[in-house]
Nanobody, 124 residues
Framework: QVQLVESGGGLVQAGGSLKLSCAASGRTFYRYAMGWFRQAPGKQRDFVATIRGTDGGTTYADSVKGRFTISRDNAKNTVYLQMNSLKPEDTAVYYC?????????????????WGQGTQVTVSS
């Protein structure tokens, strides 16, 4: 059983920055691929970024590439999402997720564990 807790969301103006954190339970955090997803009101939950547990390789959605950076600190059992140059369309609830899968980790269905989400609101 893995428990994930997101934090760091809030209200920012367009062009601003936020850094989200996701704290994970367990002793084998380093074995999990970790992902960030987001869901705007009335919309599907969409992929944002993922980082592998094996080699730390990262993948980003086209919509955030160049603006967002995912990272992890295995000693702290924590994954981060640094968000820069925020846009109003980034407004959503952001969810952290963990999976033992080794591929197709941009798909929500590949993830076994989910946090409760943290709200990010970007004003114009």
């Amino acid at each position: 059983q893995v428990q994930l807790v997101e934090s760091g969301g809030g209200l920012v103006q367009a062009g601003g920055s936020l850094k989200l954190s996701c704290a994970a339970s367990g002793r084998t955090f380093y074995r999990y691929a970790m992902g960030w997803f987001r869901q705007a009101p009335g919309k599907q939950r969409d992929f944002v970024a993922t980082i592998r547990g094996t080699d730390g390789g990262t993948t980003y959605a086209d919509s955030v590439k160049g603006r967002f950076t995912i990272s992890r600190d295995n000693a702290k059992n924590t994954v981060y999402l640094q968000m820069n140059s925020l846009k109003p369309e980034d407004t959503a609830v952001y969810y952290c997720a963990a999976t033992t899968a080794v591929g197709l980790t941009t798909r929500p269905t590949r993830y076994d564990y989910w946090g409760q989400g943290t709200q990010v609101t970007v004003s114009s």
